[in-house]
């Protein structure tokens, strides 16, 4: 079976100039089409019918014909049908297939899918489409109707079928020089990504993003021992992408609870082999480790299995830093190595942050906010609940947020019986809580640096000793940090120090907070990542 593609590439584009030669993810816009022309496997014999020099030029050198295209063939009321029956006159052929150079995003793999349905089912046409069901209207005798019987949403809608310019695929005895449509006709519904014509520059734009589409993995894990804030920070850079993520996690590390409500593609592995296994199937542009201490061994590992990715870890301070690519360590201050960035500046805001401003300091402390993160393993919280049970703190009212990863909710919740202890689980607004708040206890993780967002002085400890390595949330930056693992008394005495505290003086610690710039955070990272990438 002899099936020609003939692709229509004129010189006189006047919404873009230059349209077909525009240089897009490297290669002409023209090369796209060509290309998968070429790739098929059912298309014989290409044909590049054009009056452009600089298209005859891509096409011989790509291997496919060049039609010179008669000036009378190039005015702008000249349709597809004339021109393509012109270039076909050259042979015998049993199918010819239109295909537009302005649709680079096609996939041969779905072009090929589209001539089989057509020879399967000997149709005369097959028209590419996209089904984009939408409530219509039309004019009908000067009035203004609906196209639709009952209002529905979207996805209950009929379906509503709009050409591209992929392809149109003909049995070469209905084609003449008016018409490409034979009598038996059917459509191929193609996906949104593979549907973009580049008719403004608004598609320029879209079919540049299309072709550079990134394809991204994250790598995650969160629980009591570790802490849970590497699965806040993973979903909040997950966001930051114009694509959807995989997020693995090790199930034998990782309750896929942690991850609350999100959308986002969670995907549990059994284990770094079976990680390994499944990043074999994917083609990642981006790889990001958010689990802590990285090996040798492991980055070596994954560097075999997503070759053409960068890779990017936080919190890392293993020796695994040096095969990543890029390392942020907001957490610790040291930028020993040059792919390592480390220090407030690169930490990453939870979103609804960003939507408050710093507290109001006010004369007297009267509500004080007390959290330790998700997992809280030094027990903070029970030791504070027992302590501002005491009769001498019923004048203060205590915020206490208990994390998704602490372990004894039940017997934290039984303190909501003191007028003055409000104890909340895996609270959802946590910004909103802390807000209303004159001072805040916590350790010195992602916790720390939300207070100090809202410009909300505060005692901190450490909850492990890689805690203690934590630079930010310190006495020179507006903290008051007492170690890790602090006797009852120095935690109580430092409490009644705040309490009793004058005005003046908790202003000072926050301007100390304010002076840092942690709402930039996210766009620092990103820039440096997509920098990265762009390389």
């Known amino acids: 079976m002899k099936i020609l593609a003939i692709i229509p590439a004129r010189a006189g584009s006047k919404g873009i100039p230059n349209k077909n030669i525009r240089i897009i993810n490297g290669y002409p816009l023209v090369y796209y089409s060509i290309k998968n022309a070429m790739s098929s496997d059912f298309i014989t014999d290409v044909i590049v019918t054009t009056d452009s020099p600089e298209v005859k030029i891509i096409a011989e050198q790509m291997g496919a014909k060049v039609r010179w295209r008669d000036a009378k063939l190039c005015g702008d009321s000249v349709t597809l049908d004339a021109v393509v029956f012109d270039a076909m006159s050259e042979g015998q052929w049993d199918y010819v297939i239109t295909m537009q150079p302005t649709s680079p995003t096609l996939n041969v793999s779905t072009l090929d899918n589209a001539i089989k349905y057509a020879i399967d089912k000997d149709l005369d046409t097959v028209i590419s489409v996209i089904n984009r069901p939408h409530l219509s209207w039309r004019d009908e005798n000067g009035k203004k109707v609906p196209n639709y019987a009952e209002r529905l949403n979207r996805q209950y809608l009929p379906p509503c079928y709009f050409e591209t310019g992929a392809f149109l695929i003909s049995k070469a005895s209905v084609i003449t020089s008016e018409t490409r449509i034979g009598p038996n006709i059917d459509v191929y519904e193609i996906s949104e990504n593979e549907a973009i014509d580049v008719d403004s520059f608004e598609d320029l734009r879209n079919v540049t993003a ?130 390592v960035r480390a220090g407030e500046k690169y930490y990453i805001s939870g979103k609804t942050f960003m939507f408050y401003e710093p507290i109001k300091i006010k004369e007297e402390v009267k509500k004080v ?120 008394e120095v935690i109580e005495s430092n409490l009644k120090m705040y309490l009793e505290m004058s005005k003046s003086g908790r202003q000072h610690y926050q301007d100390l907070l304010l002076s840092h710039d942690l709402r930039g955070g996210r766009k620092r990272v990103m820039s440096l990542i997509n920098a990265l990438v762009g390389e």
């Not at 804030?229 to 090790?250: Q, S, T």
């Not at 809280?376 to 302590?387: C, E, F, H």
């Not at 310190?474 to 693992?485: A, K």
């Open 369 to 488: 906010f007390i959290s330790f993160g998700g997992a809280d393993p030094q027990n903070y919280t029970d030791r504070l609940l027992s302590m501002i049970t005491k009769t001498e703190y019923k004048k203060y009212k205590f915020i206490v947020a208990v994390g998704c990863a602490k372990t004894n909710v039940e017997t934290l919740l039984e303190y909501n019986k003191y007028e003055n202890i409000e104890v909340l689980y895996n609270v959802e607004n946590m910004p909103e809580l802390m807000s209303g708040c004159d001072m805040g206890i916590t350790s010195r993780g992602r916790t720390g640096y939300e207070l100090a967002i809202l410009g909300i002085p505060a005692i901190a400890m450490a909850q492990n000793n890689r805690e203690e390595k934590h630079g930010f949330v310190s006495n020179e930056n507006g903290f008051t940090y007492i170690g890790l693992n602090p006797p009852d």
């Open 210 to 339: 299309g072709l550079n589409k990134q394809k991204v993995a994250i790598y995650v894990n969160g629980n009591n021992k570790r802490g849970i804030g590497h699965i806040y920070r993973a979903l909040e850079i997950a966001d930051e992408f114009y694509v959807k993520p995989d997020i693995y996690f090790d199930i034998n590390q990782t309750d896929p609870k942690v991850f609350g409500k999100t959308t986002h593609n969670l995907i549990p592995v059994n284990g770094i082999a079976d990680l390994f296994e499944h990043c074999k199937k994917n083609k990642y542009t981006i790889f990001i480790n958010d689990i802590l201490t990285t090996s040798i061994d492991y980055m070596i590992g994954l560097k075999s299995v997503v070759p053409n990715a960068k890779i990017i870890n936080f919190e890392d301070d293993g020796e695994g830093v040096l095969k990543a690519d890029l390392v942020f360590n907001a957490l610790l201050s040291k930028e020993d190595l040059p792919q």
